[in-house]
């Protein structure tokens, strides 16, 4: 399984950015597509996950109304809508992967940084 992520960047506070995840290498029928994010010197933390079947959506707090994840099954690719962007943003984003009835994840991408000036 590959999961390529891209479109971090730099932006100012109340910014939008867009990431996509593009998977690839296996079916992702019945698997729980997700982004996660670090932060310097903090651990990593969710951030939001999109069911593969369905789009059943959830949402770390910090983010809610303000992020929208989505997924293109023609495509194969998980995109992350950043609106409303605040400092405390920055992090380096991972997407990831999982099979539904799994409880950690299972694949990871490598990581694209956003880095939120204020």
């Known amino acids: 399984v590959q999961l390529q992520a891209s479109g971090g960047g730099l932006v100012q506070a109340g910014d939008s950015l867009r990431l996509s995840c593009a998977a690839s290498?296996?079916?992702?029928?019945?698997?729980?597509m997700g982004w996660f994010r670090q932060a310097p010197g903090k651990e990593r933390e969710f951030v939001a996950e999109?069911?593969?079947?369905?789009?059943?959506?959830n949402y770390a707090d910090s983010v809610k109304g303000r992020f929208t994840i989505s997924r293109d099954k023609a495509k194969n690719t998980v995109d992350l809508q950043m609106n409303a962007l605040k400092s405390e943003d920055t992090a380096v984003y991972y997407c990831?992967?999982?099979?539904?009835?799994?409880?950690?994840?299972?694949?990871w991408g490598q990581g694209t940084l956003v880095t939120v000036s204020s």
């Open positions: 999109i069911t593969w079947n369905l789009g059943s959506t």
């Open positions: 990831s992967a999982r099979r539904s009835q799994s409880r950690s994840v299972n694949w």
């Open positions: 290498g296996r079916t992702f029928t019945n698997h729980v």
